[in-house]
């Protein structure tokens, strides 16, 4: 496995090592041991989810204000544009934010640590997201950061349609906004 490091240190790329022939493919996807050796992240997970979106679908920013969730992030079909921002005050890439191609065809993984808020857009007819999480998902600490805050000015790929947002994603809170206590 490679792994490069983004912007945020923290973000990782993951490249796993792909045997091929004319008959498919076949790559280890998981490994516990070979993820913490390559990563240095003991954080157990505890979660897997599994998501289809159409084309234009972006959901996120999410984050959890408590019970923060690292997710080891990947792409079984389609492709999506990932995209993982620093919500930690403490930390010198606070504000910042990075994004990925995630696709199918380059089985590209993004490891995102706790504290990050996450979210992403589909950029193929459909896309099928697959996720480990290091705690669980808790809807009453879920919080969402408006996909397309000023302050952040994430480089979302263009679309032909405006993306398809769920009615939580829709009234994200801007970035300032997002720490305060409720």
Same mark, same amino acid.
């Given at each position: 496995?490679?792994?490069?490091?983004?912007?945020?240190?923290?973000?990782?790329?993951?490249?796993?090592?792909?045997?091929?022939?004319?008959? *498919?493919?076949?790559?280890?996807?998981? &490994?516990? +041991?070979?993820?913490?050796?390559?990563? !240095?992240?003991?954080?157990? /997970? $505890?979660?897997?989810?599994?998501?289809?979106?159409?084309?234009?679908?972006?959901?996120?920013?999410?984050?959890?204000?408590?019970?923060?969730?690292?997710?080891?992030?990947?792409?079984?079909?389609?492709?999506?544009?990932?995209?993982?921002?620093?919500?930690?005050?403490?930390?010198?890439?606070?504000?910042?934010?990075? *994004?990925?191609?995630?696709?199918?065809? &380059?089985? +590209?993984?993004?490891?995102?640590?706790? !504290?990050?808020?996450?979210? /992403? $857009?589909?950029?193929?007819?459909?896309?099928?997201?697959?996720?480990?999480?290091?705690?669980?998902?808790?809807?009453?600490?879920?919080?969402?950061?408006?996909?397309?805050?000023?302050?952040?000015?994430?480089?979302?790929?263009?679309?032909?349609?405006?993306?398809?947002?769920?009615?939580?994603?829709?009234?994200?809170?801007?970035?300032?906004?997002?720490?305060?206590?409720?």
């Amino acid at each position: 496995m490679q792994v490069t490091r983004t912007a945020i240190a923290d973000v990782l790329i993951l490249e796993p090592k792909v045997f091929g022939d004319e008959r *498919g493919f076949f790559f280890e996807s998981f &490994n516990e +041991r070979v993820f913490r050796e390559a990563t !240095g992240v003991t954080l157990p /997970f $505890v979660q897997d989810n599994h998501s289809k979106s159409g084309y234009a679908v972006l959901r996120g920013l999410h984050y959890q204000v408590q019970q923060p969730q690292g997710k080891l992030v990947r792409v079984a079909s389609g492709e999506v544009f990932d995209v993982a921002v620093d919500i930690r005050p403490e930390s010198p890439t606070y504000g910042k934010w990075v *994004g990925e191609i995630l696709s199918a065809t &380059n089985k +590209r993984q993004l490891w995102v640590p706790p !504290g990050l808020a996450h979210g /992403f $857009v589909v950029l193929t007819e459909t896309a099928e997201f697959l996720y480990k999480t290091t705690d669980y998902y808790a809807p009453e600490h879920e919080r969402c950061i408006a996909w397309n805050d000023r302050t952040l000015a994430i480089a979302w790929p263009e679309l032909t349609i405006a993306p398809k947002l769920s009615a939580k994603d829709a009234t994200g809170a801007a970035f300032p906004d997002a720490l305060k206590k409720p």
